[in-house]
Structure formats: structure tokens, C-alpha cells
């Protein structure tokens, strides 16, 4: 550690959790981010100004105004721009710090390439939306061993779990034991977010990646929060030797098999088809309006309109897009909009 570093970090290196050993491996050390909004955003800056050396960020998405609310490495300008969120990212992270080597990867993580991607870093960093790509990233990091954090927010709740591949529950494991509530029905688009609960997660996250970093250890217990109503708890998650993943290593996401099935559909669409899904439109009706989106429905599908899309959901999970021939797009508004 030169001079400069020692001043930059000295507040950071006087906590004796870290100290100038910790700092000194902080230094050497490197994350992979996947997703970069409201907690994405956060914990890339937490643990640029912390001393991380190489940061990776991977995002499928596009700065707009609405962001501004919780995302906070993005400006107006960048909204404007309509500039991908990984290259605004990595444009303010270098501002923060030169030295930190910041790589932005504008591309959605599928089975394809997440072991390409997510391999080659010490950790990886949860900034995403849906549980679909949280357990490619789970099978990814228990096939390659690599530890990483959960961590997740919608309205004024949120929750983050360390997974150790090998010593630790993973998310499968946390799925399975019935305590997946938060984000898999309700997103941030149809029941809000406080900026506040965004930071914390990424607080809780940013701390736990700096343990782990610096050879503190994963604490193996899901955080759970709500900030609204002053409510903080923590529960000791165990692994379960039956589990798919970490258990008997059948890693279904990450070989395609239970990824939702996508096709081209017509000229201008694309299908969405979430298999072993069923929906209830009547719920997805009430979180929509609440929300502000207009929709029509007759009891077996239901239809509203974001932007320049129509879309055409049905109880069976599948979903129609049109305004799109992307299927990253359609993918990016399942989650936002029906959740996954």
C-alpha cells in the first residue's frame, strides 16, 4: 500500500475488522456485478470507495428518468442520453476512483455465457431483479465454487444472504425451505421502492463482500428488513442435503432446462412462456392499476400497454410482447412487470 492509499483508506483501515491486512487484500481483489439498478448501483459505489481493484458489471438495461428515484450513480444526463446502465456505471465508478479497473458489460447473463462472465472474479455481486437470473447465478457459482451474495428489495423490505458454496445454505436451499416471498410476485414497478430499503441491501451486501474479501467469513444468516416499519431480524438458514443445486448438484438453470422458454412471435413479438407457472390475473389486475397501468382483461388473459409495448399476459405464465424483437427486452419487462 503506497502513501496515497494509506490516506484514502486510513479510516477504513483504523476499523479493526479490517485493518491494514484487510485494506491490503481489498486492494488485490476483484467482483463481478450482474444488474445495475437501485442495489446495483449502491454496492458498486460502496465497494469502489472501500478499495476493490477490478469490478465487473454486467447489465441488459438503459438509464431512464425513473431511476433517478434510487439509482445513484446515474444523472439526468444520463437518463437523457438514454445511455446503457453498465457504461454510466462504469464512467461515474471511475470518476470515484481511477485505479479501480471498471469493465461494463452491456448484455443480458444467460445460460450461455454466465460461466464466461461470472468466472475469473473472487465473488459475485446480486444487483438484479428476478429470481430467474439469481439462480443461474447460484448454479454458476456452486459449479465454479466462487462465493456469493444475495440480496434483494421492493417496497420498503429487503433481504441479503452470503452463500459459500460447500459451507453454506445457497439459494436453492433458501427457496425450498418456503422463505422466497420477497420479489417473486410484487416488483418494484407495481409496488414501489423506498431508496432507503435499496441502501440498505447494499449496505448489508457491500459489508458481507468486504468479510468475505478480506477473510472474515460469510455470516450464513438471511438479513431481513423493513424500514418503514422499524423491523430488522436475522435467521440462521441450513443447508439441506436434498437440495438440487448445492445438494446434488442438478444445475437446471444453468443447462437451460428451467429457464422460461422463449420464442419469436409474429413480426414485431416475442413470447415469454415461464414454465410450471400459474398466475393469477385477478392479483396481477389489482397490482397494476395500484400502480397506475391501465389494463383489460375477460377471465382468461389480461392486457395493458408500458411505453411502446403491448403486453399480453396469461394465467399458464406465458406472456406476449409486442414492440419488440429483443428478447433481453422481453425478458427485462417479465420481471419488472409480472415478476419472476
Given amino acids: 500500500m503506497n502513501p496515497d492509499q494509506k490516506e484514502r483508506f486510513s479510516r477504513q483501515i483504523l476499523f479493526a475488522g479490517i485493518g491494514e491486512e484487510g485494506q491490503n487484500k481489498l486492494l488485490d481483489s476483484s467482483a463481478v456485478l450482474v444488474g445495475c439498478g437501485a442495489i446495483g448501483t449502491a454496492v458498486a459505489n460502496l465497494m469502489v470507495r472501500a478499495g476493490l481493484r477490478r469490478l465487473r458489471i454486467i447489465d441488459r438495461d438503459f438509464v431512464e428518468v425513473s431511476n433517478l428515484q434510487r439509482q445513484t450513480l446515474f444523472e439526468e444526463s444520463d ?25 461494463a458489460v452491456v448484455a443480458d447473463l444467460t445460460p450461455q ?22 439462480l443461474l447465478m447460484n448454479d454458476v457459482a456452486i459449479q465454479l465454487g466462487l462465493p456469493w451474495i444475495y440480496a434483494a428489495a421492493v417496497g420498503s423490505a429487503g433481504v441479503s444472504l452470503s452463500i459459500v458454496p460447500g459451507r453454506t445454505a445457497c439459494l436453492a436451499c433458501l427457496m425450498a425451505d418456503g422463505r422466497d416471498a420477497l420479489g417473486t410476485e410484487e416488483t418494484c414497478e407495481t409496488a414501489g421502492i423506498l431508496n432507503t430499503a435499496a441502501t440498505v ?18 455470516s450464513a444468516r438471511l438479513v431481513s428488513f423493513d424500514v418503514w416499519r422499524g423491523e430488522y431480524r ?22 437451460g432446462e428451467a429457464q422460461p422458454h422463449v420464442t419469436m412471435c409474429g413480426r414485431d413479438s416475442v413470447q ?26 375477460n377471465g382468461f388473459l389480461l392486457q395493458f400497454r408500458v411505453n411502446s409495448y403491448q403486453i399480453t399476459v396469461f394465467e399458464d405464465g406465458r406472456a406476449i ?20
Avoid at 437518463?79 to 469493465?103: F, G, N, Q, W
Wanted: aromatic share 4%.
Fill in 79 to 103: 437518463a437523457l442520453e438514454k445511455l446503457p446502465k453498465a457504461i454510466a456505471a462504469e464512467r461515474r465508478l471511475k470518476a470515484i476512483d481511477s485505479s479501480c479497473a471498471v469493465e
Fill in 113 to 134: 455465457n454466465a460461466v464466461g462472465l461470472l468466472g475469473g472474479s473472487q465473488i459475485i455481486l446480486d444487483g438484479t431483479d428476478n429470481f430467474e437470473t439469481r
Fill in 201 to 218: 441491501a447494499a449496505s448489508i451486501e457491500a459489508t458481507e463482500a468486504m468479510r468475505l474479501l478480506t477473510g472474515g467469513g460469510a
Fill in 234 to 255: 436475522a435467521i440462521q438458514v441450513e443447508r439441506d442435503p436434498r437440495c438440487p443445486a448445492c445438494g446434488r448438484r442438478e444445475f437446471r438453470y444453468l443447462s
Fill in 272 to 297: 415469454i412462456h415461464a414454465s410450471r407457472r400459474r398466475l393469477d390475473l385477478r392479483e396481477l389486475n389489482q397490482r397494476l392499476v395500484a400502480a397506475g397501468t391501465q389494463s383489460q382483461g
Fill in 321 to 340: 410482447f409486442k414492440g419488440t424483437k429483443d428478447p433481453a427486452v422481453a425478458r427485462s419487462l417479465y420481471a419488472r412487470y409480472i415478476g419472476s
